[in-house]
């Protein structure tokens, strides 16, 4: 993966899986990672892999099926 420093991604599902796979490597090439998900807040929040690599990460919440929740107005 190319170096991405400098970008922000959003990875929905990120919490496990496969998204988190993304998170973590989106990570390693640079990029710092907005880790979202819907149900398991403690695995999004378990964000130490991504800032031990030097990198910024938060985790958010939301259901991206529910409209408000993708215009920020509810989740």
Do not use: F, H
């Amino acid at each position: 993966m190319d170096d991405l420093n400098g970008r922000v991604a959003l990875v929905t599902g990120a919490s496990r899986g496969i998204g988190r796979d993304i998170a973590l490597a989106l990570a390693a090439a640079s990029c710092s990672v907005a880790v979202a998900y819907n149900n398991d807040k403690a695995g999004a929040e378990d964000v130490g892999e991504i800032q031990q690599g030097g990198q910024q990460a938060v985790a958010l919440t939301g259901d991206i099926a529910k409209p408000d929740a993708r215009r920020g107005t509810g989740a």
